[in-house]
């Protein structure tokens, strides 16, 4: 028996004659680059998560990347950064040529409430990120960074589908960040992302940049760059967001059931907050001191887990910064992101919560 921890290729049935319906049409259509596609993507997802101009672009970092050079943050500029994120958020901020400083997070793994601590006369923006899809609390936020005069760019990639107030995550900011990679929970067939802003003039100005300064053909206003969806991952895209309920609701379910499974193990820490909406169950990570054994153990057994992420990111050499982060670190080494995704069928989750079970009690003498 193995239970992989995401398997795309079980893609069946309606959805995937779908997708291949879409593709043919695609084909016969000839329209690779915009076109209503794309149009439509943009429509779509701007009603579903209540924000007002919703722009495709080529993936995540990219989107991360454009909202900083729409926001006008570049060398001399700080950002504050949470110390544990998927490379991207701080990634971006290097490449506009500005410094990321990084602040702990809480112990669920989002930017800690105190992170006004990093301000200096130097920080012109901060980027929350809604770690494993758990959004942090953006209306106090977005007032504490409107107080101090700076941007907020959230980095929504890993919490399409989290609401809060019934406004989608990344609706909340300046600019919030989307990416459509496969393995986030809407994905496409490859690489995509998206752009979020309420502000018109930002709108225009994440529009050039995507399209190398044009809004006009031929008329290159800025410096831009060629960022644009490819218009079969936008149609593929569109196929999966109509089947996106259902398969959310997949998710909750089998969220549901780990944690009523596993909700006696006392060495264990749950996520609980998956159940509420502010949260669509992106990772189901769990914490343990005994991390590393139970993954050996349950990999032992065929269940592949994963671990987001290993590093944070001050203690990586390209992005060095001396200081204690001491929630982000323990969640680096305590964290276990089971297997978890519409794809998979209760039976498995069972077998893993039974794997898991089987851990605590057989090792109870041995572990302390
Ligand atoms: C996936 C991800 C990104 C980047 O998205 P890509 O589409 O892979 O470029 C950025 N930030 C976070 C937190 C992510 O999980």
Redesign the pocket.
């Known amino acids: 028996m193995v239970i992989p921890f995401l398997d795309l290729s079980r893609i069946e049935g309606e959805l995937k004659t779908a997708l291949i319906a879409k593709f043919s049409q695609q084909l016969e259509e000839g329209v690779f680059s915009a076109g209503k596609e794309v149009q439509l993507l943009e429509e779509q997802i701007g009603k579903y998560l209540k924000s007002p101009y919703a722009l495709a672009c080529a993936?995540?970092?990219?989107a991360?990347e454009i909202a900083l050079r729409a926001l006008e943050v570049g060398p001399g500029d700080q950002v504050i950064v949470p110390a544990m994120?998927?490379v991207?958020?701080a990634e971006a901020v290097k490449i506009v040529g500005a410094e990321p400083v990084f602040w702990d997070t809480d112990n669920h793994g989002v930017l800690a409430n105190d992170w006004g601590k990093a301000l200096t006369s130097k920080t012109k923006a901060v980027i929350p990120?809604h770690?494993y899809g758990r959004m942090l609390p953006m209306e106090p936020l977005a007032a504490k960074a409107k107080k101090h005069g700076i941007y907020v760019i959230e980095?929504a990639?890993?919490a399409f589908g989290s609401f809060q107030h019934g406004v989608g995550a990344g609706a909340f900011s300046d600019v919030g960040?989307l990416?459509?990679?496969p393995t986030?929970n809407l994905g496409a067939l490859g690489?995509a992302?998206m752009c979020l802003t309420s502000d018109s003039e930002l709108a225009a100005k994440i529009r050039q940049l995507r399209n190398h300064g044009q809004l006009v053909r031929d008329q290159h206003e800025c410096i831009g760059r060629n960022s644009r969806i490819d218009t079969i991952q936008a149609g593929f895209l569109n196929v999966f967001l109509s089947a996106f309920p259902r398969l959310q609701n997949r998710r909750k379910a089998f969220a549901r059931l780990y944690v009523e499974e596993l909700g006696g193990i006392e060495e264990l820490n749950l996520p609980t907050a998956v159940l509420e909406e502010e949260h669509n169950v992106h990772l189901f990570v769990i914490r343990t001191s005994h991390r590393n054994q139970l993954k050996d153990f349950l990999k032992e057994k065929g269940i592949q887990t994963a671990i987001h992420y290993p590093n944070i990111l001050p203690d990586i050499p390209v992005f060095a910064q001396k200081g204690v982060f001491p929630n982000a670190k323990k969640l680096s080494e305590q964290g276990l992101s089971l297997p978890l995704n519409p794809w998979m069928e209760e039976h498995e989750i069972l077998s893993v919560a039974k794997g898991i079970q089987e851990f605590f009690s057989k090792f109870k003498n041995g572990l302390d």
Do not use: I
Request: charged content about 20%; some cysteine.
């Open positions: 993936n995540g970092t990219d991360l994120t998927w991207s958020t990120v770690l980095d990639a890993q960040c990416s459509f990679y986030k690489e992302g």
